[in-house]
Each structure stands twice: as structure tokens, then as C-alpha cells.
């Protein structure tokens, strides 16, 4: 699917030069003519990326720019402003409302693409989809700090991982071309490293068509939003704040590099499409689950499966996440008309009977067990009694 | 600021945008130099307020209208569909114009806000302030193809 890009200006003449601009991209272009226009779409359609204009009639730019940032489902599109003022107090103005980048009018659509371009990937139209790969797939990850320590916490916080990491202690000639010629699939740069070195790497790789695509991270102590806010506004794509939260970096590395996961989750076996959850179930794996169980479950009934079978023997107790994913799951079998089973241990039967949630949730033993209940009628079994005493 | 040093900007931004967004050169005449008169025309005006109050009109023959409009939005004549089409893109193109004017307002401490183009079409009609004002008309030759900008400011 192409990347969404929604703009926002009363002006359609505006609206049709970015189309324009962008009709040899893999994009969905949706327009809107107002804020109120604009938000309404925004909800609906969850762009990518927004093309604001900064002054229009019934709700101007940055009245629409201030109810985005206070939605937590829309607060994390980035929002090019376009505006036809570029005075020294509204471009400070601009820069200070959040937004990623903006672009003064008059402008030529080449600049409109490269400022997009910066910020989402842009593919060209009919461009052969990349070769997806796998979380379990080496990786070559460069970090760019010029403290040994980070360097061994990354190897040792990601040594659950095939990724190898190579470093950098410092931005010269040497390094950008070590890049050039030879691109590590991701970068994490020291945005503390000194005459601001990180944001001319960031700069030089994205100058570099070779290189544009890369996604380079910000490294960054978790107090120093100044920093932080500079590097989004210039277009890294994301942050890492020290100290690291090592299951929070790998979810941002998935996402950037579009990892597959869903081989952690999902499994079929048979005519059975079996989902696993992790012994420690963190939001991470739940979010990732979540993500992907709906076109799996699809899938899997369009490749003829018909049974559904929710693993959770593995962790050691019942949460409210847990919880929440199983009834998504027990909705989505409802309305795929899948028969479904859970698989748990006995301390996780006792526990889902005292929830009202998940009193009734059917268990077996083992995924063997489940797939005979389940493969043996209309119904599955009535559920398991709690072991008396 | 006056009058005057808004038209010495005008002067810079109309070739300005002009370039960037039609690739057209736009060139200022002499201020002494017969103003053309045009039959059928197309009139963009956006206001400004604040240190200054004025405001800026754009006025092509309908003809030159229609070829701004196609050459914006990569069109024929024939694709144009209708006035609507035409209206918007010279609202948008006097927009770009004051934005650039309004932005060295503003950095010379002359801070102001812009109202949303409006556009009027007709033939043989003039706007004429209702209060005294002081006016500069601009002309301007692009592509043998002549447009006049006038800025009005409130004395």
C-alpha cells in the first residue's frame, strides 16, 4: 500500500500541484479544505504525512495543528506546514508548533517531494516490493558514539538478536564514505556528539540517494528534549532515549526496517491457525499481535482454516493485556465464524475462571489436545473444572 | 514602510513567483510606461493589517488567466474546466505574491496578517477605494502577456 499523504489548503490549485508532484509515487493522495475538513480525514484515513496550510478559512493551520497534537491517535503524523509567509517570526513560530518541516510558497513540487521524501519513504509507482524480512534475519546496525559503554550496552542488551553492530567514534569523511559505499541497514547516532556531528551525518546521508532511505535514529540522555526536538524537526526517524529501554529499541528497529514478526505469533498447523503468546508478554509482543492477528486470521480462513487455537501456557499469570488480546481474538473468531480454543497451564485456567472476562473461555491441555476438541464438532468442550482443593 | 517601498517588494516578488511556479519571467516596466487597458479580466486581491493596512490586487485579461491556470496545474486550455478552476489559481497565485511582500513587511518590523484571496471577474470595471488611500499600479510583461498589480495602503 502507498504511502497516504493528506493536504490540507482552501486552495485546490494547491492541492492538485501536489498530486501532481507526486503521481510517479507509490502515494494515496486525499485532500481536505479546511481544518475541520482536515482533522475529519485525518481520523478517518490516518495519513502518513500532512500538508498543511498554514491560513485558510473555518479553521486555520494552526488551529488544526493544535487539535492533532492533542489526539493520541493522531498526535504522531508528522505535519509539513505550507505557508506562503516565510518572515523570520513565522518561520520561529512554524518551528516552535511541532511541526517536521515546512516549505514556503512559491515552491516547485521537486522541493515538496524531497521534503516528503525525508520524512516517509517514497516509492516509485510499480517499483517491485522489496523482499520483506524477517526479525530473525542479520542485520548490520552502526552506532555513532563516542562512548565505548553504549557500544557494549547495545551488544550486550541485543545479543538475543542476529543483528551485528559496528561503531563509529566520531563524523569525518571517513565514515560517510564507510557508509556510502557499504550502507548498514540502520544508524543510532549520539546526538550529544560535539559541533552537533550527529545532525551533519543525518544531513549528508539523506543528500545521498544511495543512502536517503536509511533510517538513522538520535541517541539521546532523556532530559534533553531540546536536542530531541531539533532532531525530529530536522527528520530523523525516531528517538532513543538513554537510559535504553532495550525492548522499546527493538520494537522501533521492527518498525523502521518493517521486520517481520508475525512468525514469533502465528503458526499453522494443519487446518488450525495456532497464536503464541510469549512467556513474558510484554506490550511490545501484544501490540505486535494485535497488529497482524486480523490479516493472519483472514488469510488463514481464506487458505481454508477454519480453528483457532490462543497459546497461552507459556507465561506465568493472567494480565489486563493478556486479557484484552484474548477477547479481541474471541471477537475476530466470532466474526470469521472460527471455532477457537485456548491452550493453558492450570495455574492460568484458575485464573481466567475469577475473571468475568474469561470465565468462560474454553482450555485444553495441549495445542493436541485443543486441535482434537476442536476438529471433533460444532462446539468445543464444555470448560475445564478447577481442581478441587 | 509606504507605498512606495511595498511596490519596490512587489517589484522583486511577482518575478519572484512568476519563476518558481510558472517558469515565466515576469518583468516590471517603466512606471512612465502606457498601462494597458483589458476588456475581459481576472482580478485577485488579498488584504493585509496590522502596521499597514492595505491591500493588493492582481489583474490579468482572462486569456492570460486561463494560461497561468494550465501552466500551474500542467493542463491544456481545453482541460480547464471552468472559471471556478481559473479563479483559484489566480486567488492562489496574488496569495503567493503578498505572502512573499508581507514576509520582508514583517522582517522590517512592519508585522501584519493576510486575509484569504478573493477574486473578481468581469468586463470594463475598475475597484475604487471607498477611503482615501494611497495607490501604486505595477505593469508588468511576461510572455507578451501584460498584468497590472496595484497596492492600495490606508494613509
Given amino acids: 500500500?502507498?504511502?497516504?499523504?493528506?493536504?490540507?489548503?482552501?486552495?485546490?490549485?494547491?492541492?492538485?500541484?501536489?498530486?501532481?508532484?507526486?503521481?510517479?509515487?507509490?502515494?494515496?493522495?486525499?485532500?481536505?479544505?479546511?481544518?475541520?475538513?482536515?482533522?475529519?480525514?485525518?481520523?478517518?484515513?490516518?495519513?502518513?504525512?500532512?500538508?498543511?496550510?498554514?491560513?485558510?478559512?473555518?479553521?486555520?493551520?494552526?488551529?488544526?495543528?493544535?487539535?492533532?497534537?492533542?489526539?493520541?491517535?493522531?498526535?504522531?503524523?508528522?505535519?509539513?506546514?505550507?505557508?506562503a509567509e516565510a518572515g523570520r517570526e513565522n518561520v520561529t513560530k512554524i518551528a516552535k508548533m511541532g511541526v517536521r518541516d515546512y516549505i514556503v510558497k512559491p515552491f516547485k513540487e521537486e522541493l515538496v517531494v524531497e521534503r516528503v521524501g525525508r520524512i516517509v519513504e517514497l516509492m516509485p509507482r510499480g517499483a517491485t516490493v522489496a523482499k520483506i524480512r524477517r526479525y530473525d534475519d542479520p542485520l548490520n546496525l552502526l552506532l555513532v558514539d563516542d562512548k565505548p559503554a553504549i557500544l557494549e550496552q547495545l551488544r550486550t542488551g541485543l545479543a538475543d538478536t542476529p543483528w551485528t553492530i559496528t561503531s563509529a567514534e566520531q563524523v569525518n569523511l571517513s565514515l560517510i564514505e564507510r557508509i556510502t559505499q557499504n550502507p548498514p541497514d540502520l544508524i543510532l547516532a549520539s546526538l550529544s556528539l560535539p559541533s552537533d556531528a550527529a545532525c551533519t551525518l543525518f544531513q549528508k546521508i539523506r543528500n545521498t540517494i544511495k543512502t536517503q532511505s536509511l533510517p538513522i535514529f538520535g541517541l539521546s540522555v532523556k532530559t534533553e528534549t531540546d536536542e530531541q526536538v531539533r532532531a525530529q524537526q530536522l527528520g530523523f526517524?525516531?528517538?532513543?532515549?538513554?537510559?535504553?529501554?532495550?525492548?522499546?529499541?527493538?520494537?522501533?528497529?521492527?518498525?523502521?526496517?518493517?521486520?517481520?514478526?508475525?512468525?514469533?505469533?502465528?503458526?499453522?498447523?494443519?487446518?488450525?491457525?495456532?497464536?503464541?503468546?510469549?512467556?513474558?508478554?510484554?506490550?511490545?509482543?501484544?501490540?505486535?499481535?494485535?497488529?497482524n492477528l486480523r490479516l493472519q486470521a483472514k488469510e488463514a480462513v481464506d487458505?481454508?482454516?477454519?480453528?483457532?487455537?490462543?497459546?497461552?501456557?507459556?507465561?506465568?499469570?493472567?494480565?489486563?493485556?493478556?486479557?484484552?488480546?484474548?477477547?479481541?481474538?474471541?471477537?475476530?473468531?466470532q466474526e470469521l465464524s472460527l471455532k477457537y480454543i485456548f491452550v493453558g497451564s492450570e495455574p492460568i485456567c484458575r485464573e481466567c475462571i475469577n475473571f468475568a472476562e474469561t470465565k468462560d473461555w474454553r482450555f485444553a491441555n495441549s495445542i493436541e489436545e485443543a486441535v482434537g476438541q476442536l476438529g471433533g464438532g460444532t462446539r468445543v468442550s464444555p470448560p475445564k473444572e478447577p481442581v478441587a482443593g | 514602510m509606504a507605498v512606495n517601498?511595498?511596490?519596490?517588494?512587489?517589484?522583486?516578488?511577482?518575478?519572484?513567483?512568476?519563476?518558481?511556479?510558472?517558469?515565466?519571467?515576469?518583468?516590471?516596466?517603466?512606471?512612465?510606461?502606457?498601462?494597458?487597458?483589458?476588456?475581459?479580466?481576472?482580478?485577485?486581491?488579498?488584504?493585509?493589517?496590522?502596521?499597514?493596512?492595505?491591500?493588493?490586487?492582481?489583474?490579468?485579461?482572462?486569456?492570460?488567466?486561463?494560461?497561468?491556470?494550465?501552466r500551474l496545474l500542467g493542463l491544456s486550455d481545453n482541460e480547464i474546466d471552468g472559471d471556478d478552476m481559473v479563479n483559484d489559481a489566480i486567488g492562489e497565485l496574488t496569495n503567493m505574491v503578498v505572502g512573499h511582500v508581507k514576509s520582508r513587511m514583517c522582517d522590517r518590523g512592519a508585522a501584519c496578517v493576510m486575509t484569504i484571496p478573493s477574486v473578481v471577474r468581469g468586463s470594463h470595471f475598475s475597484i475604487t477605494p471607498v477611503s482615501p488611500t494611497d495607490s501604486r499600479t505595477l505593469h508588468f510583461v511576461c510572455q507578451d502577456q501584460h498584468l497590472l498589480v496595484q497596492v492600495l495602503v490606508k494613509p
Fill in chain 1, 303 to 333: 487458505a481454508g482454516i477454519d480453528k483457532l487455537v490462543m497459546d497461552i501456557s507459556r507465561p506465568k499469570s493472567v494480565d489486563v493485556t493478556m486479557i484484552e488480546l484474548g477477547l479481541r481474538v474471541v471477537r475476530l473468531c
Fill in chain 1, 1 to 83: 500500500m502507498g504511502v497516504k499523504i493528506l493536504t490540507v489548503d482552501d486552495s485546490k490549485t494547491i492541492r492538485l500541484i501536489v498530486a501532481r508532484a507526486f503521481k510517479t509515487f507509490d502515494t494515496e493522495i486525499l485532500e481536505a479544505s479546511n481544518g475541520v475538513e482536515g482533522l475529519a480525514v485525518a481520523s478517518r484515513e490516518k495519513p502518513d504525512i500532512i500538508l498543511l496550510d498554514f491560513t485558510m478559512p473555518v479553521m486555520d493551520g494552526m488551529e488544526m495543528l493544535g487539535k492533532l497534537k492533542s489526539n493520541t491517535d493522531l498526535k504522531s503524523i508528522p505535519v509539513v506546514m505550507l505557508t
Fill in chain 2, 5 to 70: 517601498d511595498l511596490a519596490e517588494l512587489l517589484k522583486c516578488a511577482v518575478p519572484e513567483v512568476f519563476s518558481t511556479m510558472l517558469s515565466m519571467e515576469a518583468s516590471p516596466q517603466p512606471a512612465d510606461a502606457p498601462k494597458p487597458v483589458f476588456d475581459a479580466q481576472v482580478a485577485g486581491a488579498v488584504g493585509f493589517t496590522g502596521k499597514l493596512d492595505g491591500v493588493v490586487y492582481l489583474f490579468t485579461p482572462v486569456s492570460f488567466a486561463r494560461l497561468i491556470t494550465g
Fill in chain 1, 237 to 291: 526517524t525516531g528517538i532513543v532515549t538513554k537510559p535504553i529501554d532495550f525492548n522499546d529499541l527493538k520494537a522501533k528497529i521492527t518498525r523502521a526496517l518493517n521486520l517481520d514478526t508475525t512468525y514469533k505469533y502465528f503458526e499453522r498447523q494443519a487446518n488450525v491457525l495456532v497464536i503464541k503468546v510469549p512467556t513474558v508478554c510484554t506490550s511490545v509482543a501484544t501490540n505486535e499481535i494485535a497488529a
